[in-house]
């Protein structure tokens, strides 16, 4: 494992509907005891979810600039009505903090306006990110279905042009958003209709197949991988391959302990291996998942990676 | 009135000329790699192919567009940059594309080439429409089939472009170009490589008791009695069961085609432009039922006739149809 201090840690957007007291304690503890360096808030998944936390949002900001951290608002992944229209529209005329943009409509609004770009905008490659960066991208979180070659070519390109470039190497991956909910399909309902039942599920609704094996997670609007995505080994080459940060999504597990673990094995302070063992005691009954990085299944471990 | 243009799928260069006799405004196709989203085995055109292709189908006044409208993986651009160079070189009509970086390249490199904006970049407000119109000249907006027509109608007064929209096939649900679904089981992405549920990871398993399983690289994705009929095991079109459903449920959508045939005079009232029949893996006589059917119902509706649809749930997936999203709201 490379030793890099100067890797950053960040921690995404809540993807799940936790309540209003379970994230004011979540950010309270993140902003007091993680090793985290930057903090993505905000409703990426579904519009009708923000109000039950907007009013909570510039304390929270404080919060967690007050305990070092960068905040990045982060805009909706999937914009449709005029309420999400003007949400999006809202972010982008935003100057401080930094924005993140999921969705095109965020980035016309935007202009030439610095920015963020974010996991839900496609910047496979070096052509999108360097036209991106020429609209004013600072920064750009690569799509988490990426092979590692395309992962250091990208990176490569964004470094000559000065961007950051993020992957998220823990938790569920988004594999799927659509225009229906399946949480309120599942109910019975539908999406106008959902009386919030997502709540119910603080890390995805599971869903298994016919011969009860688990496959993927709903999360409203949103489909998710069953597995957890774990590229702690891969997190050197990485470094190595000019990637500056790295994303944990936060789960229904100890956030900070996981961004401990990783912190920690990052500054070579502890093994590769014994962070392996930490993050399989906090995230105990959940599969970790490297297959997208090595060019197979996603869902799959590889194995001979773990080992290095 | 709108000019109503059939856009018709061209799978091989047999199912384009069929496509081509029986009416089709335009046709759309690709090449035999990733550069488009229905990578399958034994479709789409070597570039000798779309050059014939273009000829015949010029031939008889029919546009041809190019579907280069997957992502290209950093490093691997430059296939997506040939398929262009290509395209152009063979005289298509219009480039349909996804990627930032690919509509820029074809924007500067090609701007006499038509470029329309593939449903795999998921632009479904006025302003993600304008961000593309606006930065590549995108003359032409392929809508997601999540939109209610008068959603559609809202959409037309606030853009500077044409729109398409899909009206017979595939009923994809799944927000097209952020799919990762069939990457996640089989390691073929649909966005990078162009595929979705490969035939080549699919296998249906027949248990002791007579049903039927389906699977995509291993896993069930829906279980059949011994009377139903085996759908093609799609994941998104699958039967799963939750903590609170221990019954197997369609947790996305029932196997289902789109079918907005009754629908054609709203949107052409609503402002769209042109009509997209889905299936490039389908067979001629698919293309050559639907096309026709479709080209008489346009015809008549544009000579101030009754529409008379042949009635096509015959070519449906499982018999059964739908009118989708664009019905009504309550779909979501």
């Keep these: 494992m490379a030793v890099n201090d100067m890797t950053n840690l960040t921690l995404g957007p809540i993807a799940y509907h936790w309540s209003t007291q379970t994230r004011r304690d979540f950010y309270a503890r993140v902003a007091d005891e993680a090793p985290i360096d930057e903090v993505y808030l905000g409703e990426v998944i579904c519009s009708k979810r923000a109000p039950f936390h907007e009013a909570d949002l510039p304390a929270t900001i404080e919060r ?25 529209a809202d972010l982008a005329a ?7 943009i999921n969705n095109a409509a965020g980035l016309f609004a935007r202009g030439k306006r610095p920015h963020r770009i974010g996991p839900f905008m496609n910047a496979y490659n070096e052509a999108t990110i360097a036209w991106m960066a020429g609209r004013g991208a600072t920064h750009v979180c690569l799509p988490t279905e990426m092979p590692a070659p395309a992962i250091a070519a990208a990176a490569a390109a964004a470094r ?22 399946y949480h309120a399909r599942a109910h019975g309902r539908t999406k106008d209709n959902c009386q919030f039942v997502c709540e119910e599920d603080a890390d995805g609704m599971p869903l298994r197949t016919t011969d009860d094996r688990p496959i993927l997670r709903v ?47 990052l500054d070579g302070t502890h093994s590769l291996i014994d962070g392996e063992q930490a993050l399989r005691k906090l995230c105990d009954g959940i599969s970790f998942s490297n297959g997208f990085y090595h060019g197979q299944a996603g869902y799959r471990r590889i194995a001979a990676a773990a080992a290095n | 009135m709108s000019l109503a243009e059939l856009i018709c799928p061209a799978g091989t260069p047999a199912a384009l000329r069929t496509a081509v006799d029986a009416g089709a405004d335009a046709v759309y196709c690709g090449f035999q790699d990733a550069t488009n989203a229905r990578n399958f085995p034994g479709l789409n055109f070597t570039p000798d192919e779309l050059a014939a292709s273009v ?65 795999q970049a998921a632009a479904s407000s006025p302003e993600a429409i304008r961000y593309y119109c606006e930065n590549f000249a995108v003359k032409r907006v392929v809508l997601p089939r999540i939109l209610t027509i008068p959603e559609i109608r809202e959409i037309r007064k606030e853009i500077p472009c044409e729109i398409e929209t899909f009206i017979f096939g595939n009923h994809g649900l799944m927000v097209e170009g952020r799919c990762s679904l069939t990457n996640y089981l089989t390691g073929q992405s649909t966005n990078m490589d162009g595929v979705c549920s490969p035939a080549s990871d699919v296998e249906y398993k027949r248990h002791t008791d007579d049903s039927m399983s389906s699977q995509l690289a291993g896993f069930t994705i829906d279980c059949f009695g011994a009377d139903e009929k ?101 779909w979501r």
């Design chain 2, 55 to 119: 000829a015949y189908a010029h031939d008889k006044g029919t546009k041809v567009l190019l579907a280069l409208n997957t992502y290209p993986p950093a490093g691997k651009v430059d296939l997506w940059r040939q398929a262009a160079d290509t395209g152009a070189l063979l005289g298509v009509d219009a480039f349909i594309v996804a990627d930032m970086g690919v509509a820029d390249y074809i924007a500067r490199t090609h701007p006499g080439v038509r470029l329309h904006l593939s449903v």
């Design chain 1, 160 to 181: 000559e042009l000065g961007l950051g470039v993020e992957v998220q190497v823990f938790g569920r991956a988004s594999l799927a958003v659509s225009a229906r909910c």
């Design chain 2, 230 to 330: 085996a759908g093609y095991p799609t994941i998104c079109k699958g039967r799963y069961t939750a903590p609170h459903r221990s019954e197997p449920y369609y947790a996305f959508e029932v196997p289902i085609s789109l079918n907005l045939s009754r629908l054609l005079p709203d949107l052409i009232d609503a402002g769209v432009h042109a009509f997209k029949i889905e299936g490039r893996q389908r067979s001629k006589s698919y293309v050559r039922g639907v096309v026709s059917a479709f080209r008489q119902a346009v015809d008549d509706i544009r000579a101030g006739r009754e529409a008379n649809i042949a009635d096509l749930v015959a070519l449906t997936e499982g018999q059964k149809q739908t009118q989708g999203a664009f019905e009504t709201k309550k």
């Design chain 1, 64 to 88: 967690l600039e007050r305990g070092g951290k960068t905040v990045i608002l982060s805009s909706l992944a999937e914009v449709m009505l005029r309420r999400e229209r003007k949400a999006t």
């Design chain 1, 94 to 100: 935003m100057e401080a903090p930094e924005i993140e």
């Design chain 1, 219 to 265: 999360n409203g609007i949103q489909t998710q991988s069953e597995s957890y995505i774990g590229l702690l080994p891969e997190a050197g080459q990485m470094i190595v391959n000019d990637v500056t940060h790295f994303r944990l999504m936060p789960q229904a597990v100890d956030m900070v302990a996981v961004a401990t673990t990783f912190r920690n094995v």
